[in-house]
């Protein structure tokens, strides 16, 4: 499985971008993950495949969203109130399971990572 990340960019605190992953196949449950320069690779958001489990990292509560559309294979991270601290790349991460996860180890398949610049 291959999966492409896009819609980073450079935006003012405050400000909302959105983030797609596309699949080259069908995947179960999927996350993103984000590494800011020195740090490491740390847990944005998962969702199992039917939707109905979601997980947040504690920083990005209340602000991001996690989403997908399994008929167009992509699923999407909805950035809000974004804050110069999330400046990052950003990593959208698949599973061959269908259980959604936090822990990075648990992800089978990785893309290349879209860069999120937040500006004050």
């Known amino acids: 499985v291959q999966l492409q990340a896009s819609g980073g960019g450079l935006v003012q605190a405050g400000g909302s971008l959105r983030l797609s992953c596309a699949a080259s196949a069908r995947t179960n449950a999927m996350g993103w993950f984000r590494q800011a320069p020195g740090n490491e690779r740390r847990f944005v958001a998962s969702?199992?495949?039917?939707?109905?489990?979601?997980y947040y990292g504690d920083s990005v509560k209340g602000r991001f969203t996690i989403s997908r559309d399994n008929a167009k294979s992509t699923v999407y991270l909805q950035m809000n109130s974004l804050k110069v601290e999330d400046t990052a790349v950003y990593y959208c991460a698949a599973r061959k399971s269908d259980m959604a996860a936090t822990d990075r180890g648990s992800y089978d398949y990785w893309g290349q990572g879209t860069q999120v610049t937040v500006s004050s």
């Open positions: 969702i199992s495949w039917s939707s109905v489990i979601t």
